[in-house]
Structure formats: structure tokens, C-alpha cells
């Protein structure tokens, strides 16, 4: 096996010097009725060519392998990644060291991940994010626990019915054995958060509300701060498309105190679903609160500029069972990917490319209600819309896939059963006028 | 003495982004607009975000020579206790990046997903066979998160008993998630001693372990590297009881083909497919974190689990006893692929391989060291041995001093005080993908070191001098924090 450099010679020398006579003997510590009688029943390793043509067969099998368009997000969005970052980013200095407990000689993941949380805070308007979570959803819980671990007098948490349906259910996950409650605030007719149900609500630790919502609309985040504000709880922000922050006033100009995102647009493949990048940043009030890894700026022993990982007492490894969270690896070649991305586009291209996603899907709106389909909110959205779709869609929408390879919009009903036939369109810049014209087009 | 890899060499200082940002630049050939411009309403618009501005070259060399300053596996021998730093091989990335893999949309929905859910179908049962368990999860995201899953499936199963319990057992060679993990779902740790052997002892878990205690969380091998030889009687007690036993999987690199935990009488059980299963590090993630279960727990197991009726695959959700989702979608499939393809080409016999090797090459560092550095427990270990700095502390000179001066040497220092057992531990988990002539070049520099150590303490309290920085502030940066430019 070709990762496996031990020759006969090698092993018989290495034996000798531990004293035993073969392999099997490294293992005599281990009891024989603790030991597998039978080896274990895997196949023969491939070659390298083997194993090519077996992943091209499963790879094949999913409909992506094909230049296919998709008009679906819903979390996982479809971007432009530029040739150079995922060039630079399989440079293995970066991919196979592993978290920077020796600064001295991870000085480059170091740096990388310094500048990943300031360009951050910058796309938030936050004053510190972390070095990464695993994805928006798992942040978002983090984000609650922090709340209610602040809050001693309330044991629920307000979040909107218009966050991502995973992430509420991620959120039950992590709340439930704790002893926490989640009350989900109902959606208006125009597929925004009900501000007003929010302010009837008591005992709560917080509120969380994502901006685009679920359903693609643009929330009024500074008045739910308002209301966070009135009841003395902390306001959370979430978000699953970062590249809206290009256009869209940033989480903590409206006065987020906690903010979960997830950045998969930024330079990360949908690769279905995993690994994204979870974002998490707060305001410095919620500095010791946060959960996983930071990277400080510090001086070494010449006075030169480097960077630590650093504020560890709120972690695992010293605080154990008090830690702030068990996060120990996060997603960090993904939020050095993220910025390789910020860097590549940067001011000018972030804007450029929001302001692209939302003409196109304005574009798309029109062109669909043209074909037929029904407006449904008047709400202002980024890149993402609802609409209800004109009978027989379903059947169209299920042949569009399988014989053009055209995802045409998600079924909103098995997250929301009230909008039947309502579907969530996404358009973002790597669709074409022609390609929206053309969907449009096949499903009149 | 062989020539030791680490050596001066030129690298080049790089500023941060910002400081090489001038106005009008842009890395990016923008799409040209091909539809009309649509203005939000003002209100809701806020200032671009202040990103830096760079040329495309730019960026290249920024990120080029940040990534010079980096150790990595690819460099050399990363010999970090616990970690099973590996050979990341790189058939495994042309494999994640196929199209059919990379683009696929998560929500495309299962007829049109068959690729990828017949992966981690089939990945579930490889897993599954080489731990001995019915059913694999990969849903969670990297070990911490694969021992949160466990625990929350303990916690249901004690739920859905009728009986929720308190507390949990945590023995000293824990790695500091478990206890973690065990508080996010309310569990008191209830922590014990191992025994003289560095193993645990029946009778204290017998001690502890009542009707009002979950379970107890077990690394096996443990952090010491050695093999928990009661493990059997020890589940055996905490089964009377009631209770569940929870594996810590992460040190599975030393037993592959040899031991199967499910056999055992662990209940539930975390790998990382970051360590065992050869997929990059990446500086901290992303990992995996799939977990095993005995039959009893499969109820439990978080939802979308996956099915396979007759030849087709789907995602299934209606589970009552779910203890629910906890990733947005299924988990790391990016780095299952990688996962996949290292047991597809190493296959089972190559697996087996991998876990003798990974233990003749710890045995081999113990026995050619332990005349050299203290060794607390000298017992036959599996793929890591602990030393420590007893012998120099003469010399003022203390474990973090030789870790430090095995940087100039061109090696990566091995896990350094932990596990906490040990005081000072030097934690050296060498794995399987290293030659013999490596290894020796690695025990030469300790051997080195630890005549430096003697002859010129002053020097490794200076160390390193090769590297681009010296030692770190690490109190200063801590005391005023300082974590964006």
C-alpha cells in the first residue's frame, strides 16, 4: 500500500527493538476475548484508477455532475468561486496542519484566520467574530445558549418562525436536554417576522430573527432590536446568504448583539451541504461569552508582530465542564477559503456581485409572474422570492430536472404546509438572462 | 547523526491584507450586468463593507507566502499526541472536487441525489464494520460534535426510561470536550483516577457508578496510549446500573481489525475521520465526527437517517425518538468523500495494516527514548507514548523548552501537557505513515535536545531561532485582547 513506507527489513528491526517477535505481539495487552476473530470483511484496496472510475460512476449518479441551473437556495446558494481560491487554498501548508497550538510555525493559518475575523466584522458591523463554527445552525444555538446562560430568570427563547427550518430544529436539539424552551414567533402576511406577537411575549432570554428570511424577505432588524431592547434581552441576528451584506444594511448597524451566519457563498463549494462555514460574532460586551476559537494580535520575543490563538480560558481544554461550549475544531480551512474569497472580490467586486444577485432576481420575479406564477408578499428581498406556481408546475418542475438539468425553485409546503404550491425561487449571479428567459419560458 | 530536515531558509515578510489595499483595485473580473439595474430602497442599504482592494497577484502572493509560514504533514513529521496527524493523500481531493460531488444542492431532493446518498450509505456500513456497530450516523460535524450527539443520545435514552439521571462518569485521561459535552446536556461530571497501570480499575467505577448516574465516557486507548484491559468488566458494572457506556473513538487509528468497541459493551461510540481516516486537518477543521450505536440506541440516532428500499436511497425523518437535527443538512459530506475513498484504497487488510504499523512505530519511539526522556508508564502502548521533562527539570529546562527546540530541528513538537495525568506530558503520536528513517531522524533530535539540554539549557529556553517568530506573548495577548485589524 502506497501511504504505508515499512519494508520487511523495517519491521524486523523495529521488532527487535521493542523486544517481540511479530506484530500480532504489539497487541498483547489487549485480553484475546477482547480481540475480532475474523479480519474485517472491506475488499482489496483499489488503485487509484480503480477508485477514479468507481467515484466518477457515484458522482455521475447525482444530477449536479451535469452544467446544470439551479434556481434553488435555501441555504446553500450557487456562486461564482474564483480559479484562485480554491488554487490557494489546497496549498497543503494550509490543509494539512492542524489547529495553530505551536504559533511559531502556523504564523500563516494564524494571520489568515486574524484577517478572516476582520474582514467579518467588517461585512457585520460586529466588533469580534470568531475563528469559525461548523455551520449557521449550529452557531445560531450557540448564540440562544449564550442568552439563556446570561439570563437567569428566563428559560425560553424568542425565534422567528421565519428562520431556516433546520436551524430551528438545530436549536430544539441543543435546548431541549438543557431544560430550555424555544417559542417560535408567527409570520405576517407579507412573510415578515410579527413584530407585534414579539412583543407580547414573556420570560425570554432573547430573540432571533433571520434577515433575508427564509422566504427570501428583508426584515426591519433595528425594530426588533427596539422591542430587545424594551425587554432588556439580547437581540440575535441570523442570516444564511452572506453575500446580501455586500448591499444590505450589515446586522450590526441594527444593533445585533449576537450575530450567526452562514458563509458558503463566500468562496465554498454547495458540495450538498457540507462543509459550509458557520459565522459567529458579537459585540465586545460578549467577548467572554463566545463560544470556540480567537486568534489575538500579540509581539514575540523581538518585538515582532504575530499572532496566538488566544482568550482560551473560555474553552474545553482549561474550563472542561464550565467551558463556554465543547467546540474544539471548527470549519477553518473553509473561513480561510472565505477569506481568500473577501480578499479576491473586496470592496468594489462584494457590492458589484450583491447588487448582481438581487437585478437578477428581480429579473427572475418578473419573468415567472409574467409566466403565470402569482406574487405572493410585497416585501423588498435580496435574491431570493416566493411565488405560487400555476397548476400542473410540480409535474413541469420534475421533468425541467431530469431532462434539462433546470432546478426550477424549492416546495415550500413540507416546511410550511399552509403555502401549497408556493415555491422559493433563487437567482444569483451565475444565471444568465437567457437562462431566466428560458425558464420562464418552459414553464408557462 | 542523518542530517536533520530543519534548517535557515528564506521566507518573505507579508503585511495584512489591508496594508496592501489601494483604492479601485479588484481581484475579480466582474459578470457584466445583462439585466437592468433594480435599487433597493435607501433604507435598507447600507455602505459597502470595507474589504481591502488587491490586484489578483495580489492575493496570490499574500496567501503563497502566508502558507510558507506553515507546518503542515506535507512539510514533516507532525508527530501531535491524539491528533493521528497522518498522510492526507491527495487522490481523496481530486475525489471531493468532482462535479457530481462539489455541486451537488442539498435540498435537489433524493431521486436526484443517488450518488451521494449511496456514499454515505455505504460509508455508514464501512464504518460500521470496522466498529462493530448496526448503525453509523456522519451527521456531526468533527469529534466535540460527534461526543455532543452521543451524549444527547444517552440523555434521550434515559428520557425515554422514564428516568432522567444527573451525572456522568469522566475519568482524569479525558480530553477536556467530554466534560464539556456532558454539561451542554446537564450532566454533572463525576470525575475518577485511572489506576497505578494508567488504566482504569473496575473497582473505581464500581465506586461511583449508581442509579442516578447516565453513564461513563471512555477514550480506549486511552490518552496515555494504552489499552483499556477492563473495559469489558467496566461496562459490565455500569450496564447493572442502568447506565450507558460512551466511547471517545478518536485514538480508533490504533485498533482498526484488531478490536471492535461495539463488541465490547460501548454503547455509543465517536471516530474522526480527521484522524483514523486520513482526511486533512485543515489548521482546525473541517473534521467529522460520525457516530456509532448499539441496536437499543438507533431510535435515538439524529435525523435525516438514510434508507435504501430494494436500490434506490432516501432520506428518511419520521423518527419518534429522534434526539433531532444538529447540522443544517447532513453533516461534512465534503469530507466523507475523503473518508470514503482512504478505506476504498487502502481496503480492510490495508486498514489492519495501518493499525500495526501506527503501534510498531509508537513501541519503536518508546523503547529507542526511554533511556533519553522520563517515561512514567512503561508498558507496551498502542499508537502514542507519554514522556515527560522529569530528568531536565535539573536543568531548569521543561517539555515546552524541547518542543519549542524541536521546531529548529524541522519537526512539529508532539501534544504538550496534556494529557494531564502526566505532568509535563510529551505526547508523541508518530502514526503509521512514517518510515523508519524518519522515526530515527525524529529520535536523534530528542536525543540532541535532551544533551542540550544538559550541556546548554539557556539555548532551548530561546528556542526557536529558525523559526520566522520567537516565542509569542501569549499573556499580553490575552490580558488585551486584540482580535481584528
Known amino acids: 500500500m502506497r501511504y504505508l513506507p515499512h519494508t520487511k527489513e523495517d519491521i524486523d528491526e523495529m521488532l527487535a527493538k521493542t523486544g517481540l517477535a511479530s506484530l500480532d505481539d504489539l497487541f498483547k495487552t489487549i485480553p484475546d476475548a477482547l480481540k475480532t476473530k475474523a479480519p474485517l470483511n472491506i475488499s482489496e484496496g483499489l488503485s487509484e484508477w480503480d477508485l477514479n472510475e468507481h467515484m466518477e460512476a457515484l458522482a455521475s449518479a447525482n444530477i449536479a455532475c451535469k452544467n446544470y441551473k439551479c434556481f434553488i437556495g435555501a441555504g446553500s446558494y450557487d456562486h461564482y468561486i474564483p480559479s484562485i481560491v480554491p488554487y490557494l487554498i489546497s496549498r497543503s501548508e494550509f490543509a494539512t496542519a492542524y489547529t495553530p497550538y505551536q504559533p511559531e510555525v502556523s504564523q500563516g493559518t494564524l494571520q489568515g484566520i486574524y484577517e478572516f475575523q476582520t474582514m467579518i466584522t467588517e461585512l457585520l458591523g460586529m466588533d469580534i467574530a470568531t475563528a469559525s463554527h461548523y455551520d449557521c445552525g449550529t452557531a445560531l444555538a450557540e448564540c440562544a445558549l449564550i442568552a439563556l446562560r446570561k439570563d437567569r430568570n428566563a428559560s425560553r427563547i424568542a425565534v422567528s418562525s421565519l428562520v431556516h427550518p433546520h436551524h430551528r430544529q438545530i436549536m430544539e436539539t441543543y435546548l431541549h436536554p438543557a431544560g430550555y424552551q424555544m417559542i417560535q414567533i408567527p409570520r405576517t402576511r407579507e412573510g415578515l417576522t410579527d413584530l407585534a406577537a414579539l412583543g407580547a411575549m414573556e420570560g425570554i432570554a432573547g430573540v432571533a430573527v433571520q434577515s433575508p428570511n427564509f422566504l427570501g424577505n428583508i426584515e426591519d432588524l433595528s425594530a426588533f432590536k427596539a422591542v430587545a431592547d424594551t425587554k432588556k434581552i439580547l437581540f440575535i441576528a441570523s442570516f444564511t446568504e452572506s453575500l446580501a451584506y455586500g448591499l444590505l444594511k450589515n446586522p450590526g448597524s441594527c444593533g445585533a448583539d449576537l450575530v450567526a451566519g452562514e458563509g458558503q457563498s463566500l468562496g465554498i463549494a454547495k458540495g450538498f451541504g457540507g462543509p459550509g462555514l458557520g459565522l459567529l460574532a458579537g459585540t465586545q460586551k460578549m467577548m467572554r461569552n463566545l463560544p470556540g476559537r480567537l486568534i489575538g494580535k500579540t509581539k514575540d520575543a523581538n518585538g515582532d508582530d504575530g499572532y496566538v490563538l488566544t482568550l482560551a480560558t473560555r474553552e474545553q481544554h482549561i474550563r472542561r465542564e464550565k467551558a463556554s461550549s465543547n467546540i474544539c475544531s471548527n470549519n477553518g480551512l473553509n473561513a480561510m477559503t472565505a477569506a481568500i474569497y473577501l480578499a479576491t472580490v473586496g470592496k468594489i467586486g462584494i457590492r458589484e456581485i450583491a447588487q448582481q444577485n438581487h437585478d437578477k432576481a428581480v429579473y427572475l420575479k418578473t419573468a415567472l409572474e409574467k409566466a403565470g406564477f402569482e406574487p405572493v408578499f410585497d416585501s423588498p428581498f435580496f435574491n431570493e422570492f416566493v411565488l405560487k406556481a400555476p397548476k400542473g408546475f410540480a409535474r413541469k418542475r420534475a421533468d425541467l430536472i431530469s431532462k434539462q438539468c433546470i432546478f426550477a425553485g424549492m416546495d415550500l409546503e413540507p416546511y410550511y404546509p399552509e403555502l401549497k404550491d408556493h415555491y422559493l425561487f433563487c437567482a444569483t449571479e451565475t444565471v444568465s438572462k437567457n437562462d431566466m428567459d428560458q425558464l420562464a419560458k418552459e414553464v408557462q | 547523526m542523518n542530517k536533520q530536515p530543519g534548517t535557515r531558509g528564506l521566507i518573505f515578510n507579508e503585511p495584512q491584507l489591508w496594508d496592501k489595499s489601494r483604492k479601485g483595485r479588484c481581484a475579480v473580473s466582474l459578470p457584466i450586468a445583462d439585466v437592468e439595474r433594480c435599487q433597493l ?49 491527495k487522490t481523496n481531493e481530486v475525489q471531493a472536487a468532482r462535479q457530481g460531488f462539489a455541486g451537488a444542492h442539498p435540498l435537489a431532493g433524493d431521486e436526484f441525489s443517488q450518488g451521494a446518498l449511496k456514499l454515505m450509505y455505504d460509508l455508514e456500513h464501512l464504518l460500521g464494520e470496522i466498529t462493530g456497530y448496526p448503525a453509523v ?215 489492519h495494516r495501518a493499525s500495526q504499523l501506527a503501534v510498531l512505530n509508537a513501541n519503536y519511539i518508546k523503547e529507542s527514548l526511554k533511556e533519553t526522556l522520563n517515561l512514567p508508564y512503561d508498558r507496551p502502548c498502542m499508537h502514542e507514548c507519554v514522556f515527560n521533562d522529569k530528568h531536565q527539570q535539573v536543568f531548569h529546562v521543561t517539555t515546552m523548552d524541547m518542543a519549542k527546540r524541536l521546531l ?65 506573548d501569549e499573556v499580553g495577548a490575552a490580558r488585551k485582547p486584540c482580535l481584528r485589524g
Open chain 2, 408 to 472: 529548529d530541528y524541522g519537526f512539529h513538537p508532539p501534544t504538550v501537557y496534556f494529557p494531564l495525568v502526566v505532568d509535563a506530558a510529551f505526547m508523541v503520536e508518530p502514526t503509521e505513515t512514517e518510515s523508519k528513517e524518519n522515526i530515527d531522524q525524529f529520535i536523534d533530535a530528542v536525543k540532541a535536545i535532551v544533551r542540550e539540554a544538559r550541556e546548554t539549557p539557556e539555548l532551548l529556553k530561546k528556542a526557536p531561532l529558525l523559526t520566522k517568530v520567537t516565542r509569542l
Open chain 2, 137 to 351: 450516523t456522519l451527521q456531526p460535524a468533527a469529534g466535540a460534535h460527534g461526543e455532543l450527539a452521543g451524549m444527547l443520545i444517552i440523555h434521550a435514552y434515559h428520557a425515554k426510561k422514564g428516568k432522567q439521571r444527573s451525572k456522568i462518569i469522566i475519568p482524569d485521561t479525558a480530553h477536556g470536550t467530554n466534560p464539556a459535552s456532558a454539561s451542554l446536556c446537564g450532566y454533572e461530571s463525576i470525575n475518577i483516577k485511572s489506576g497505578e497501570k494508567g488504566i482504569l480499575e473496575p473497582a473505581a467505577v464500581a465506586a461511583v457508578m449508581d442509579e442516578d448516574t447516565a453513564g461513563i465516557m471512555i477514550t480506549n486507548p486511552n490518552t496515555l496510549g494504552l489499552f483499556e484491559e477492563n473495559i469489558k468488566e467496566i461496562c459490565q458494572i455500569v450496564h447493572a446500573k442502568g447506565g450507558l457506556v460512551y466511547g471517545d473513538g478518536a485514538n480508533m487509528n490504533a485498533i482498526m481489525g484488531i478490536v471492535k468497541p461495539g463488541h465490547l459493551g460501548i454503547d455509543v461510540l465517536h471516530l474522526n475521520l480527521h484522524k483514523t481516516f486520513s482526511t486533512p486537518h485543515g489548521g482546525g477543521g473541517p473534521g467529522s465526527g460520525p457516530v456509532g450505536v448499539s441496536e437499543d440506541l438507533i431510535p435515538f440516532l439524529p435525523i435525516p437517517r438514510i434508507e435504501k428500499d430494494l436500490t434506490r436511497y432516501r432520506f428518511v425523518t419520521e423518527c419518534p425518538d429522534t434526539i433531532g437535527r444538529i447540522h443544517t443538512f447532513y453533516g461534512h459530506f465534503g469530507i466523507m468523500v475523503r473518508a470514503y475513498s482512504y478505506i476504498l484504497s487502502m481496503g480492510g487488510r490495508g486498514l
Open chain 2, 41 to 89: 430602497d435607501a433604507s435598507l442599504v447600507g455602505e459597502s463593507p470595507e474589504l481591502p482592494q488587491l490586484s489578483e497577484l495580489d492575493v496570490v502572493r499574500h496567501y503563497t507566502r502566508l502558507s510558507q509560514w506553515n507546518f503542515g504533514v506535507d512539510s514533516g513529521m507532525y508527530p501531535l499526541g491524539s491528533c493521528t496527524m497522518k498522510y492526507n493523500p
